[in-house]
């Protein structure tokens, strides 16, 4: 059964700081993986998508890795900001386009 | 101009009613989802439509029918609403063949 298991389940964290969350997955064949944010009360949003081939992308203050061997992602969001309080969502794609979803990661940023 | 567009964003409903939301999107999308996230937050998908034809059903209880009148809309109709089905319901499009959803921005069903 393709499963997406994220980690941690939730974090706080101080405006300024850095953080990573963990994405392990067993979908396969695999054909690529996003982030997704939430914000709360909205639908969610992709900051990133990699494929097979990809160690690593950023869309700005976020940076995603990807090991295709260890079947393993994380999201590293780099001097975080208010605005980064969210639930954040890994999505593997198999190859038949079918979509499996982790549970999230909530972060909530203080000030 | 919003892409995905879901109504109502909230509603309110006694237990044994029969409810729809409904669903719009002008990005010229081949693929409609709907998803169901509890409360834990973990986002499950229930139906998808491609060129008006359903392509996946996860074991949805058939209380559940979506309706596609068209490409552009997405509709979703649940008869005799249980306590069990309250949640946040939202709706999803894609291009066919991309992985890439795009999300509405959510229904809050509270069924008393």
């Known amino acids: 059964k393709n499963q997406v298991e994220q980690s941690p389940q939730s974090l706080i964290i101080l405006e300024g700081k850095n953080c990573t969350l963990q994405c392990n997955y067993t979908v396969s064949p695999f054909s690529n993986l996003r982030w997704y944010k939430q914000d709360t009360g909205r639908g969610p949003v992709s900051l990133t998508i990699?494929?097979?081939?990809?160690n690593t992308k950023s869309n700005g203050r976020y940076t995603a890795t990807l090991d295709a061997d260890t079947k393993q992602s994380s999201l590293h969001i780099t001097a975080s900001q208010l605005s980064d309080s969210a639930s954040y969502i890994c999505?593997?794609?198999?190859?038949?386009?079918?979509?499996?979803f982790g549970a999230g990661t909530t972060v909530t940023v203080r000030a | 101009d919003t892409a995905v567009s879901q109504t109502p964003k909230y509603l309110v409903t006694q237990m044994g009613n029969d409810k729809s939301i409904k669903c719009e999107q002008n990005?010229?999308?081949?693929?409609m989802y709907w998803y169901k996230q509890d409360s834990k937050k973990f986002l499950k998908i229930m139906f998808s439509y491609n060129n008006k034809e359903l392509i996946i059903n996860e074991t949805v209880p058939n209380r559940f029918s979506p309706k596609s009148p068209d490409k552009a809309h997405l509709n979703l109709h649940i008869n005799s609403l249980e306590l069990g089905d309250s949640a946040v319901y939202f709706c999803?499009?894609?291009?066919?063949?991309?992985?890439?959803?795009?999300f509405g921005q959510g229904t809050r069903l509270t069924v008393v």
């Open positions: 990699m494929t097979f081939s990809e």
């Open positions: 990005l010229g999308h081949d693929t």
């Open positions: 999505v593997v794609s198999a190859s038949d386009y079918k979509l499996s």
């Open positions: 999803a499009s894609s291009r066919q063949g991309v992985t890439e959803a795009f």
